[in-house]
């Protein structure tokens, strides 16, 4: 597998004008498939792998514009899905399957079929059984599919062994969700996270092309013990890459740790106002930036597609009391969320770790949604954002079944059911929000003078105020305030 920044382009800009893409309807349905009794290839006997293999019927994604279809050939892969199936029931592994469908269809590529076999665990050296693998590659070879996309994270030699029998291009589940991230990067420092992601998973699973004949030059093999600058002559090509590799990664992440500061001033100015921060989190698709916008009319890309944030957006919004706070949107997250992709993120995960408050979106009208929040649950714990306040929004109430929504609720003592889309619930998530919000500390009592109206509005944003009245002398207030306000106010204590 090479990395391959030139389709990237084409099949972003190809993606954001396809419309086919946002709608396509899955129809899923797990049939028997019929499958030879003996296995001559491998003469196993293993009957619980033989029934195994199943065809997810109806997979193949629908084009209904032939210009459209021949135009996406150009330029998409043609794939087939391959998952195995270990635990849990039918309905688990057809989500799993269908979402990984969903990621091949967010970067980019056209699924032709979906295969589940059912095995006790992934095979060690190619992780479908030895004897399915045969059909998976007539599967390739009926469908015309140039790529095999397996639903789990697969060793270097798993990959290689499985490339070599199905004869077309094999990657699995995490190289897929790097490659949506590479899609996607717009600023600098998501880019630069993502290349290094990228590096990271690739580092281990260069292949030394050609073996020997790779050697570049002549001399000893195997250098490595030259020396710096001393090395080159008896590398090998595999290991000039990897050196190169580590180079850059070595750059990016000083890249990284820099754009980091610039962040964290500006948190840290956040901090000093007093303000608190409140981030959204949650599942991919959730409608983490809907919310935002709904909460504060940000205007941020809002699209039914995976992964379409990837830089997290700060706007401000107030409590129904006018106190203020920021609001936070960021990346989503997914099941098995490649840890390159957590290790690269620290940063932006920090921020989230940073918050006085998290705002967990979860979308009420998915199949699984204690699947995909626990799954946020996990990558918040590594983030080290396990401990913070959570309040659990469940989206999506116009489209989820109500019992469902009532039923999810109960599991979550701070939950609101909320609609991003018609505003449903959206008030009483502001009010959660207001209670859950750290208090400011101090008590003050003030007579302020009607020359200085802006004291007066400083301490309706980021204060509490308990009582106001409006007197000759100017107004007088009491309320709960920050530190660096009470200092201001104590200039105008009330006598
Ligand atoms: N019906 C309905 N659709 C919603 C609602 N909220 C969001 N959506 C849709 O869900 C899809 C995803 O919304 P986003 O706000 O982009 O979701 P996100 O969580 O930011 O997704 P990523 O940034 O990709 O992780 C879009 O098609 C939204 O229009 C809602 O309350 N009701
Ligand atoms: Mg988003």
Known sequence: MTLRPERRTDALADRSADPTVNGTDIHLSVVDREIPLDDPATGELDLEDRRALRRVAGFSTELTDITEVEYRR????????????????????????????????????????????????????????????????????ASGADTVICDGELSPAQLRNLEERVKVKVIDRTALILDIFAQHAKSREGKAQVELAQLSYFLPRLRGWGGNLSRQGGGRAGGGNGGVGLRGPGETKLEIDRRRIRTRMAKLRREIDGMKTGRGTKRLQRRRNAVPSVAIAGYTNAGKS??????????????????????????????????????????????????QLVEAFRSTLEEVAE?????????????????????????????????LPEI???????LADPIELARLQTLVPRSVVVSAKTGHGIPELLAMVGAEL?????????????????????????????????????????????????ATLNGFTAG
């Open 74 to 141: 150009l330029q998409l892969e043609r794939v087939v899905l391959v998952g195995v199936w270990t635990d849990g029931s039918v309905a688990d592994a057809e989500n799993s399957l269908r979402e990984l469908k969903l990621l091949a269809e967010t970067a980019g590529a056209e699924v032709l079929e979906g295969l589940i076999q059912r095995r006790r665990r992934p095979d060690e050296a190619t992780y479908i059984g030895r004897g399915k693998v045969e059909e998976v590659h007539s599967e390739v070879v």
């Open 290 to 339: 809907s919310l935002l916008n709904r909460l504060t009319g940000a205007g941020v890309l809002v699209e039914d597609a995976l992964f379409a944030t990837l830089d997290p957006t700060t706007r401000r919004a107030s409590t129904p009391d006018g106190r203020l706070f920021t609001l936070t949107d960021t990346v989503g997250f997914v099941r098995h969320l490649p840890h």
């Open 355 to 387: 918050a006085d408050l998290v705002v967990h979106v979860v979308d009420g009208s998915h199949p699984d949604p204690e699947g995909q929040i626990s799954a946020v649950r996990e990558v918040l714990a590594e983030a080290g954002a396990g401990d």
């Open 392 to 398: 659990l929004a469940i989206n999506k109430a116009d």
């Open 438 to 486: 750290p208090r400011p500390e101090i008590e003050v009592s003030a007579l302020v003078p009607y020359a200085r109206g802006d004291l007066v509005a400083k301490v309706h944003e980021r204060g509490e105020v308990l009582e106001v009245e409006h007197t000759a002398d100017g107004t007088r207030l009491r309320a709960r305030v920050d530190p660096v306000l009470a």
